[in-house]
């Protein structure tokens, strides 16, 4: 059984940072890539950041590139996202999900077949 677990969530000023953490168990962790996906209310569910099993392939969606950083620890089994400069219109719950196979999108929500249960992460004007 996969277990994703995130935590570092919060509240926090705009020009502010928070580092997000998604634990894992239950599976090769290092063999595959992994993202962060946020839904704020009212919207679906988006694309915020990949990165592939070792570490060495980053992607990010363009709200959010230069300033939220992805990278993981395949020691830890830990995936992090460090998020600086934050804006009121970061506000959102984020997720942390594991690819289901080797190889897919990094980008696409369905190649992902693990979620986390969420953490909200909230940017106050």
């Known amino acids: 059984q996969v277990q994703l677990v995130e935590s570092g969530g919060g509240l926090v000023q705009a020009g502010g940072s928070l580092r997000l953490s998604c634990a894992a168990s239950g599976r090769t962790f290092s063999s595959y890539a992994m993202g962060w996906f946020r839904q704020a209310p009212g919207k679906e569910r988006e694309f915020v950041a990949a990165?592939?099993?070792?570490?060495?392939?980053?992607f990010y969606a363009d709200s959010v590139k230069g300033r939220f950083t992805i990278s993981r620890d395949n020691a830890k089994n830990t995936m992090y996202l460090q998020m600086n400069s934050l804006k009121p219109e970061d506000t959102a719950v984020y997720y942390c999900a594991l690819r289901k196979y080797y190889s897919g999108s990094y980008f696409t929500q369905t190649d992902y077949g693990y979620w986390g249960q969420g953490t909200q992460v909230t940017v106050s004007s």
């Open positions: 990165i592939n099993w070792s570490g060495g392939r980053t």
